[in-house]
Nanobody
Protein backbone atom coordinates (compact mmCIF):
# COMPACT_ATOMS: atom_id res chain seq x y z
CA UNK A 1 0.00 0.00 0.00
CA UNK A 2 1.36 3.38 -1.01
CA UNK A 3 1.55 5.78 1.89
CA UNK A 4 3.01 9.18 2.67
CA UNK A 5 2.67 10.11 6.33
CA UNK A 6 3.67 13.41 7.88
CA UNK A 7 4.33 13.90 11.57
CA UNK A 8 5.92 16.35 13.96
CA UNK A 9 3.47 19.22 13.82
CA UNK A 10 2.15 20.95 16.87
CA UNK A 11 1.82 24.18 18.79
CA UNK A 12 4.97 26.22 19.30
CA UNK A 13 5.72 29.75 20.45
CA UNK A 14 7.24 32.34 18.12
CA UNK A 15 10.96 31.81 17.85
CA UNK A 16 10.65 28.12 18.55
CA UNK A 17 11.50 25.12 16.40
CA UNK A 18 9.82 22.02 15.06
CA UNK A 19 10.99 19.16 12.89
CA UNK A 20 8.51 17.63 10.51
CA UNK A 21 8.96 14.13 9.15
CA UNK A 22 7.57 12.58 5.99
CA UNK A 23 7.71 8.79 5.91
CA UNK A 24 6.86 6.94 2.71
CA UNK A 25 6.10 3.28 2.21
CA UNK A 26 4.90 1.02 -0.53
CA UNK A 27 7.19 2.40 -3.20
CA UNK A 28 10.87 3.07 -3.71
CA UNK A 29 11.19 6.73 -2.91
CA UNK A 30 14.88 7.31 -3.55
CA UNK A 31 14.18 8.27 -7.18
CA UNK A 32 11.64 10.86 -6.12
CA UNK A 33 12.01 14.49 -5.21
CA UNK A 34 10.43 15.46 -1.92
CA UNK A 35 8.42 18.62 -1.53
CA UNK A 36 6.98 20.37 1.50
CA UNK A 37 3.95 22.56 0.93
CA UNK A 38 1.82 24.51 3.35
CA UNK A 39 -1.65 25.95 3.29
CA UNK A 40 -3.03 28.46 5.71
CA UNK A 41 -6.77 29.03 6.09
CA UNK A 42 -8.09 31.14 3.23
CA UNK A 43 -4.81 31.00 1.34
CA UNK A 44 -3.48 29.01 -1.58
CA UNK A 45 -1.14 26.09 -1.10
CA UNK A 46 2.45 27.30 -1.12
CA UNK A 47 5.61 25.38 -1.98
CA UNK A 48 7.95 25.73 0.97
CA UNK A 49 10.94 23.56 0.09
CA UNK A 50 12.11 20.78 -2.19
CA UNK A 51 15.00 18.34 -2.37
CA UNK A 52 16.31 16.10 -5.12
CA UNK A 53 17.00 12.38 -4.65
CA UNK A 54 20.73 12.90 -4.12
CA UNK A 55 20.13 15.85 -1.75
CA UNK A 56 22.38 18.09 -3.85
CA UNK A 57 19.67 20.50 -4.96
CA UNK A 58 17.48 22.08 -2.30
CA UNK A 59 15.17 24.99 -2.88
CA UNK A 60 13.25 27.20 -0.49
CA UNK A 61 10.54 29.78 -0.64
CA UNK A 62 11.87 33.25 0.09
CA UNK A 63 9.68 33.39 3.18
CA UNK A 64 11.55 30.51 4.85
CA UNK A 65 15.11 30.88 3.54
CA UNK A 66 17.62 30.88 6.35
CA UNK A 67 15.09 29.45 8.82
CA UNK A 68 13.98 26.10 7.37
CA UNK A 69 16.14 23.19 6.28
CA UNK A 70 14.93 20.31 4.13
CA UNK A 71 16.75 16.99 4.27
CA UNK A 72 16.17 13.33 3.53
CA UNK A 73 17.35 9.90 4.53
CA UNK A 74 16.87 7.51 1.64
CA UNK A 75 17.70 4.49 3.77
CA UNK A 76 14.71 5.36 5.93
CA UNK A 77 12.52 6.57 3.05
CA UNK A 78 11.96 9.73 5.04
CA UNK A 79 12.22 13.44 4.43
CA UNK A 80 12.45 16.12 7.07
CA UNK A 81 11.74 19.80 7.42
CA UNK A 82 13.60 21.49 10.25
CA UNK A 83 11.82 24.72 11.04
CA UNK A 84 13.60 27.29 13.19
CA UNK A 85 12.78 30.81 14.29
CA UNK A 86 9.12 30.12 13.69
CA UNK A 87 6.76 33.02 13.17
CA UNK A 88 2.97 33.26 13.51
CA UNK A 89 2.75 33.53 9.72
CA UNK A 90 4.24 30.01 9.47
CA UNK A 91 0.98 28.67 10.90
CA UNK A 92 -0.50 26.30 8.35
CA UNK A 93 -1.18 22.71 7.45
CA UNK A 94 2.06 21.27 6.11
CA UNK A 95 1.95 18.65 3.40
CA UNK A 96 4.61 16.36 2.00
CA UNK A 97 4.72 15.20 -1.58
CA UNK A 98 6.98 12.65 -3.23
CA UNK A 99 7.11 13.26 -6.95
CA UNK A 100 9.13 12.71 -10.06
CA UNK A 101 8.81 14.50 -13.35
CA UNK A 102 9.72 11.83 -15.87
CA UNK A 103 6.54 9.85 -15.29
CA UNK A 104 4.48 12.56 -13.56
CA UNK A 105 3.91 10.34 -10.56
CA UNK A 106 3.28 11.94 -7.23
CA UNK A 107 2.07 10.93 -3.81
CA UNK A 108 0.69 13.24 -1.15
CA UNK A 109 0.36 12.91 2.57
CA UNK A 110 -2.60 14.02 4.64
CA UNK A 111 -0.77 16.88 6.31
CA UNK A 112 0.35 17.89 9.77
CA UNK A 113 -0.77 21.07 11.49
CA UNK A 114 1.76 23.65 12.64
CA UNK A 115 0.52 26.47 14.85
CA UNK A 116 2.82 29.26 15.98
CA UNK A 117 1.24 31.30 18.73
CA UNK A 118 2.30 32.99 22.00
Amino acid sequence: QLQVVESGGGLVRPGGSLRLSCAVSGFISDTYDYFWYRQAPGKERELVASITPNSINRRYADSVKGRFIISRDNAKSTAYLQMNSLKPEDTAMYYCKAGRSYDNSEYWGQGTQVTVSP
